[in-house]
């Protein structure tokens, strides 16, 4: 097999960003003669622009040449009208990204494009390859060299590489990857949609006139007025050509392994997820949680914008008017200026603030959708006690968050998990809250209507749907790698 692969990128790797926890990456992809793609991929990204705010990147093909721009910040940062005007062809794919493997680097901005002996490929990756170091290795020692610190390089060296037709090459290819991916692929003649064995992260394709899309959630196809047609399931692979669409199992399923958090958080409202509209299911959520966790106040307020739902779903149930005491600054955090440290201890404030006529000498219910290291959740409250609250109950629409994620989301380790270190009461008083509840496993399930089975949980319960290295490190490929002599 060739050697002579080469990762095209416009920058090498160079400094470290620190990350947060709870983003996921977004993908897009389009296929339609005729129309600008490069602009219906902008406004695709622009879409799925929450899963992702480290960079964002185009690739497009005219049929015979790839051409690619990639950056840090958020799309509408990365992409003035004299890019678009330079990615010219009739196929495309997008990507937003969420450091999940390498750091926030402009070489591990995505599309990663490798020029392999049978042609460019160029790929758009959602998810984390629990093997890529032994991956990683194993092309080292085949005498290749790396680019990015990413495991999106990774599957598109080992496709690039491949021989025989594309169905061939994803068939021998997808099997040696473990974990989630949901992929788009861009070869000159071709746009190619990939969903991992457990279906873990959402991947799903549209009708946009004779042309298609393919896209991480469905309200990226509603922006550009295009219409559902299905998901991607399981280990499928559709090829779309100058043919039409070609799905063909590439991959045996495995069993299904959805995030539940999706439901829970990643996704927009908007979006539909297995069929069912999200804004529902997370005011069904709060509705639960009122039931598993009543309390007699004054007022309900959610924490925006994930928590909006889950708050409005909680006040019906339980009867308590809802209000809204915070409001969000929604572009802080998403600056590459960093604080100094006096702004640094006062962060929480950058980014919300309360109202002191909703809050002033009222008994609050503070929802929220997950409490994950704990550093965040006492800020709020202090801040609400500040405003005037005289009492503050939280309650949270996830299950306590016990394990790391593996699978696509930085989430934190094992040791940074305060859930995983302390119990229910414990918690309580390290956020400073007169009472607080979890919503539970059973009463997640119920929001949802979906049985146990269809998902992955084991942020919540350590039972994952398939064997991780548990000392996975995001930044492992930091390390330079020596290549064979």
């Given at each position: 097999?060739?050697?002579?692969?080469?990762?095209?990128?416009?920058?090498?790797?160079?400094?470290?960003?620190?990350?947060?926890?709870?983003?996921?990456?977004?993908?897009?992809?389009?296929?339609?003669?005729?129309?600008?793609?490069?602009?219906?991929?902008?406004?695709?990204?622009?879409?799925?622009?929450?899963?992702?705010?480290?960079?964002?990147?185009?690739?497009?093909?005219?049929?015979?040449?790839?051409?690619?721009?990639?950056?840090?910040?958020?799309?509408?940062?990365?992409?003035?009208?004299?890019?678009?005007?330079?990615?010219?062809?009739?196929?495309?794919?997008?990507?937003?990204?969420?450091?999940?493997?390498?750091s926030n680097r402009i070489c591990n901005a995505q599309p990663i494009l490798v020029e392999g002996s049978g042609g460019p490929v160029a790929i758009a990756h959602n998810g984390n390859l629990v093997n890529a170091e032994a991956l990683r290795q194993r092309l080292a020692d085949d005498g290749l060299q790396f680019q990015t610190s990413t495991d999106t390089e990774l599957i598109t060296m080992l496709l690039a590489r491949a021989e025989g037709t594309w169905e061939d090459r994803l068939r021998r290819v997808l099997p040696q990857l473990h974990g989630a991916f949901s992929l788009v692929i861009l070869t000159p003649g071709a746009l190619t949609a990939v969903r991992d064995p457990l279906g873990v992260?959402?991947?799903?394709?549209?009708?946009?006139?004779?042309?298609?899309?393919?896209?991480?959630?469905?309200?990226?196809?509603?922006?550009?007025?295009?219409?559902?047609?299905?998901?991607?399931?399981?280990?499928?692979?559709?090829?779309?050509?100058?043919?039409?669409?070609?799905?063909f199992q590439a991959v045996p399923k495995i069993r299904d392994a959805f995030c539940i958090f999706e439901h829970i958080y990643f996704a927009r409202p908007d979006s539909v997820v297995g069929g069912q509209l999200l804004q529902p299911v997370r005011m069904a959520m709060g509705a639960e949680l009122a039931r598993e966790h009543p309390v007699d106040a004054d007022v309900v307020i959610g924490v925006p914008d994930s928590a909006t739902a889950a708050g409005i779903g909680y006040a019906l149930e339980s009867g308590i008017p809802y209000g809204e005491g915070l409001i969000k600054n929604r572009y802080v955090g998403r600056t590459f200026i960093q604080p100094d440290q006096r702004l640094r201890?006062?962060?929480?404030?950058?980014?919300?603030?309360?109202?002191?006529?909703?809050?002033?000498?009222?008994?609050?219910?503070?929802?929220?959708?997950?409490?994950?290291?704990?550093?965040?959740?006492?800020?709020?409250?202090?801040?609400?006690?500040?405003?005037?609250?005289?009492?503050?109950?939280?309650?949270?629409?996830?299950?306590?968050?016990?394990?790391?994620?593996?699978?696509?989301?930085?989430?934190?380790?094992?040791?940074?998990?305060?859930?995983?270190?302390?119990?229910?009461?414990?918690?309580?008083?390290?956020i400073g809250a007169n009472s607080l509840g979890f919503l539970s496993i059973e009463g997640l399930l119920l929001a949802v209507g979906r049985p146990r089975a269809r998902f992955c949980m084991a942020c919540f319960t350590g039972d994952y749907p398939i064997p991780v290295q548990l000392q996975l490190d995001k930044l492992a490929f930091e390390r330079p790698v020596p290549s064979a002599v």
């Open positions: 097999m060739a050697l002579d692969m080469e990762t095209r990128h416009p920058a090498a790797c160079g400094g470290l960003n620190a990350g947060g926890p709870r983003e996921a990456c977004g993908v897009f992809g389009v296929y339609a003669p005729g129309e600008d793609v490069a602009r219906l991929t902008f406004y695709g990204l622009y879409a799925l622009q929450h899963r992702g705010q480290e960079s964002a990147g185009i690739a497009t093909s005219d049929g015979a040449v790839i051409n690619l721009r990639t950056g840090l910040g958020l799309v509408s940062q990365v992409f003035e009208e004299s890019d678009l005007e330079q990615l010219p062809g009739h196929i495309a794919i997008g990507h937003t990204r969420y450091s999940t493997t390498g992260r959402p991947l799903c394709i549209g009708r946009l006139g004779p042309g298609w899309v393919v896209a991480s959630e469905t309200c990226a196809l509603d922006h550009l007025g295009a219409s559902l047609v299905r998901e991607v399931e399981p280990g499928e692979a559709v090829i779309i050509d100058r043919s039409g669409m070609r799905p201890e006062r962060g929480v404030n950058l980014k919300f603030n309360p109202l002191p006529q909703v809050l002033r000498d009222k008994r609050v219910v503070v929802v929220d959708d997950s409490i994950v290291r704990g550093t965040t959740t006492p800020r709020v409250v202090q801040m609400l006690r500040r405003a005037g609250a005289r009492e503050i109950h939280m309650r949270v629409c996830a299950p306590p968050i016990v394990s790391p994620c593996y699978f696509g989301v930085d989430m934190a380790t094992k040791g940074e998990l305060i859930a995983a270190q302390r119990d229910v009461e414990q918690i309580r008083e390290h």
